[in-house]
């Protein structure tokens, strides 16, 4: 059976930062919308589901966000994760200038977790705490074929 990797969801509390946060690293919103009723609440499993959603791409058309703000049920704030948590650990993406993207990421008040660190001579890479806890990481390729 082939199978292929669609996007990944991301519940966030403030949909338009998050949205701004991620179209300034250079994803594009492909779609919004408002989703609720019987169909969502059987998808999801959760009853009452109600939720303003986006769609984003990156720019090779290859990854895909879906984030979710909810309006039903109440959204559950927790902490942000740990990077040696169990469970939905972070989104990745490759870009072609890791300060430049940091300088973007700042406007949005996010910042490395500790700094930017180089694996052997093949990336430069680092961690973001982006919006709602999420953690973002950034890989710059240094050997570019």
């Not at 179209?23 to 969502?40: A, K, Q």
């Not at 300088?103 to 973001?128: N, S």
Request: overall charge negative; proline content about 5%.
């Amino acid at each position: 059976m082939p199978i292929k990797l669609e996007n990944v969801g991301i519940a966030v509390r403030d949909l338009e930062a998050t949205i701004a946060f991620f179209t300034d690293l250079g994803l594009t919103v492909l779609g919004r919308d408002t989703v609720s009723g019987e169909w969502t609440d059987t998808a999801v499993g959760l009853d009452g589901n109600h939720a303003n959603i986006a769609m984003l791409q990156t720019p090779d058309g290859n990854g895909r966000l879906e984030l979710f703000e909810y309006i039903n049920p109440e959204a559950i704030e927790t902490d942000p994760t740990r990077p040696n948590e169990i469970g939905m650990h972070r989104v990745a993406f490759s870009v072609d200038n890791i300060d430049e993207a940091l300088e973007i990421a700042a406007r949005h008040g996010c910042h490395p977790l500790r700094g930017v660190a180089t694996y052997g001579d093949m990336f430069k890479l680092t961690y973001v705490r982006g919006p709602s806890g999420i953690i973002v990481m950034l890989a710059e390729e240094l050997t570019k074929s």
